[in-house]
T-cell receptor, first 115, second 113 residues
């Protein structure tokens, strides 16, 4: 079974608008972490934001926020005030406490920002 | 500029060749990772090294052989690869106790002919 599911293979958003990228996960480990990475066309993966399973508040980093709904096992990424440079692939990932350093990635969502 | 560099950026090799991918990190990290990114599959972790010791081998075929001579350098030695091994190979590094914050290199685009 898929541990990380990103159901949106591609999305468009108008510049300056907000966009939500979906991510659902599956784990029986009570302790885990959720991450979002951005991969521009140049190929490198850029760490954006992290949410721990025991964190009480949703994580925020600048224009990025993580909408963590534990009961629904979802960890959606919200990008506010989209910029043209936000066009990239976005990957959701999970690290389960009993899996050591292993990150499991979703299939990614390609975001395209329209001017 | 990223603190993790990878060479070469592109590599084309035949199935009988032997080649090596190199990764170097300048961030003072002590954990390093190899990932494989194929066109039609999610990003897959291949190997993890903590303090130069391999701690994860995610069922990778033996035609991929990692080497970590020190905490700043990581190699992936390739031999007798198959066309399905064509992919983007990404290296990452982190602090061992902050492994959720991994910094990735630009990747090596490998094509096996």
């Amino acid at each position: 079974a898929q541990k990380i599911t990103q159901t949106q293979p591609g999305m468009f958003v108008q510049e300056k608008e907000a966009v939500t990228l979906d991510c659902t996960y599956d784990t029986s480990d009570p302790s885990y972490g959720l991450f979002w990475y951005k991969q521009p066309s140049s190929g490198e993966m850029i760490f954006l934001i992290y949410q721990g399973s025991y964190d009480q508040q949703n994580a925020t980093e600048g224009r990025y926020s993580l909408n963590f709904q534990k009961a629904r096992k979802s960890a959606n990424l919200v990008i506010s005030a989209s910029q043209l440079g936000d066009s990239a692939m976005y990957f959701c990932a999970m690290r389960e406490n009993n899996a050591g350093n292993m990150l499991t990635f979703g299939g990614g969502t390609r975001l395209m920002v329209k001017p | 500029e990223t603190g993790v560099t990878q060479t070469p950026r592109h590599l084309v090799m035949g199935m009988t060749n032997k080649k090596s991918l190199k990764c170097e990190q300048h961030l003072g990290h002590n954990a390093m990772y190899w990932y494989k990114q194929s066109a039609k599959k999610p990003l897959e972790l291949m190997f993890v090294y903590n303090f130069k010791e391999q701690t994860e081998n995610n069922s990778v075929p033996s035609r991929f052989s990692p080497e970590c001579p020190n905490s700043s350098h990581l190699f992936l030695h390739l031999h007798t690869l198959q066309p399905e091994d064509s992919a983007l190979y990404l290296c990452a590094s982190s602090l061992r106790d902050r492994d959720y914050e991994q910094y990735f290199g630009p990747g090596t685009r490998l094509t096996v002919t």
